[in-house]
């Protein structure tokens, strides 16, 4: 079988990339081929040469207007003649126009979020962003939803739209072997470097809606106690300017440091330096419907994981995980302070649930039970 997968944009901006290039490799060992449609970038190449083997056939696009990327990646299409087409996110400008195919691959839509949700969609933008996810479950044959939340909501869109029958599949991220096990270049310089420190670490946007102040105020709160504990801020983001002035403020220069986007070469530097992992979340539908994907990075390094009982954390961790509430950072305060002081056990989640290997396994056999009832309701009419 053929399978082509679809993608919008840079990675280092835009992350719904993450799925073609962690599933490629495993599919490949499957039996299927596999081929990768991206936006020509220097990171996407990067990240691309760095997942996946020669064998996964990559055609670069140049950026364009929505039509221009609609019309090349119909063309491209057309050119690979897939059995699967796997859109990694679904938009105006990330699709194809159906009736310009000279071939019938069966469509397929990852959902990873829920853009009618997030607050900053408001008006005409929400009502779009509604319209497009309303027309995803009309335009696939398929849909990958990487929440439990987002399950529910396509399963009872789909009963909306008389499509009770469209195949919904449970997916979320994963972690990839390869970047895991990818060298460890920086780590004895960070061994060094933060000797006797206790090491924590967000890797994500910089604003407020993400917990970087919870973070932050719950740092101001550790302070007073604990000056060897470092909080390490990888990425950027809107607020980080005024985050800086918050720590600059508080005298927390010594234990915040700011270190923009990380490069994936040094990611397993970093998570084996560190001694905790961040990663807040709100009572909102939109993080009741995100996948936090950089949760799945951490798992296999078999540290704790700072998070909050919300949607899929819970589906990870269950009642065993750490958890705070992102609008108390007293709440933040005492996970850490009790990392610092050595009383917090070990965490015990089966990584191996969560790699690209177990999710393409399960793809596999997704697509091949949907056939197989495709077959049988044929044969019965």
């Known amino acids: 079988?053929?399978?082509?997968?679809?993608?919008?944009?840079?990675?280092?901006?835009?992350?719904?990339?993450?799925r073609a290039i962690g599933m490629a490799g495993p599919l490949?060992?499957?039996?299927?081929?596999?081929?990768?449609?991206?936006?020509?970038?220097?990171?996407?190449?990067?990240r691309i040469a760095m997942e996946c083997s020669e064998a996964v056939k990559v055609y670069y696009y140049q950026p364009g207007s929505a039509g221009e990327e609609v019309k090349v990646k119909t063309d491209l299409v057309n050119q690979i003649a897939p059995d699967y087409v796997l859109f990694c996110s679904f938009s105006f400008r990330n699709r194809i126009s159906k009736s310009k195919l000279n071939v019938k691959p069966k469509i397929l839509i990852e959902h990873s979020e829920l853009p009618s949700g997030i607050p900053d969609n408001k008006g005409i933008r929400k009502l779009a962003m509604l319209a497009l996810e309303y027309w995803s479950v009309l335009y696939a044959d398929g849909l990958l939803c990487a929440s439990k939340y987002l399950c529910n909501v396509y399963t009872k869109r789909a009963a909306q739209l008389f499509r009770k029958q469209l195949p919904v599949l449970y997916s979320p991220y994963a972690f990839n072997n390869d970047v895991i096990a990818s060298p460890r270049i920086r780590l004895k310089e960070l061994q060094d470097a933060y000797a006797g420190k206790t090491m924590l670490i967000y890797m994500g946007t910089l604003t407020r809606n993400y917990g970087l102040f919870t973070m932050l105020q719950a740092m101001e709160m550790v302070s007073k106690e604990r000056s060897d504990v470092v909080l390490m801020l990888l990425g950027q983001g809107r607020h980080m300017a005024e985050a800086k002035a918050f720590v600059k403020e508080k005298q927390l220069d010594a234990q915040v440091e700011f270190l923009g986007y990380a490069p994936e070469e040094d990611l397993s530097s970093w998570f084996t330096a560190a001694d905790a992992f961040i990663s807040p979340l709100n009572d909102t539908v939109q993080d009741w419907a995100r996948c936090p994907s950089k949760i799945y990075m951490y798992l296999p390094f078999e540290k704790p994981v700072f998070t909050c009982a919300i949607g899929e954390p819970l589906e990870i961790f269950g009642q065993q995980g750490y958890y705070f509430n992102n609008n108390a950072p007293a709440s933040l305060a005492v996970l850490i302070s009790k990392l610092a002081n050595g009383r917090l056990a070990p965490a015990t989640v089966n990584s191996e649930a969560h790699s690209w290997e177990r999710r393409a396994v399960d793809f596999t056999a997704w697509i091949n039970s949907n056939d197989a009832v495709k077959v049988l309701r044929i044969a019965n009419l």
């Open 1 to 18: 079988m053929k399978i082509c997968f679809i993608t919008l944009g840079d990675i280092k901006f835009i992350a719904t990339m993450k």
């Open 28 to 46: 490949l060992s499957l039996g299927w081929e596999v081929s990768i449609i991206a936006q020509d970038s220097e990171e996407n190449r990067k």
